[in-house]
């Protein structure tokens, strides 16, 4: 059974920084495909960021230029820098992975989901 686990959320102004942390446990990435996505309230869940080891890294347009996605092959884990943080990119951000190596933006396509991390940006 796949696990993920997000760390690094958190509170912090406009024009601030976070980091986020994913680890994975159940199987190594090989294969794979990590992404981000957000919640907002009364939104819908939706893409932000992904990384394929064969295709690369996939940004929403929303993001780009401002968020990079990372992995460590060794210590299983997956990384979200956000940089000059929004009000509007507060949200609960989850981590999720999916089988092979095609990154697709539609949530149905994920298979594995951690519980999510909280990031507010104040104004």
């Known amino acids: 059974q796949v696990q993920l686990v997000e760390s690094g959320g958190g509170l912090v102004q406009a024009g601030g920084s976070l980091r986020l942390s994913c680890a994975a446990s159940g199987r190594t990435f090989s294969g794979y495909t990590m992404g981000w996505f957000r919640q907002a309230p009364g939104k819908e869940r939706e893409f932000v960021a992904a990384?394929?080891?064969?295709?690369?890294?996939y940004y929403a347009e929303s993001v780009k230029g401002r968020f990079t996605i990372s992995g460590d092959n060794a210590k299983n884990t997956v990384y979200l820098k956000m940089n000059n943080l929004k009000p509007e990119d507060t949200a609960v951000y989850y981590c999720?992975?999916?089988?092979?190596?095609?990154?697709?933006?539609?949530?149905?396509?994920?298979?594995?989901w951690g519980q999510g991390t909280q990031v507010t940006v104040s104004s």
């Open positions: 990384i394929s080891w064969t295709e690369g890294r």
């Open positions: 999720a992975t999916k089988f092979g190596a095609r990154v697709s933006i539609r949530r149905r396509d994920w298979d594995y």
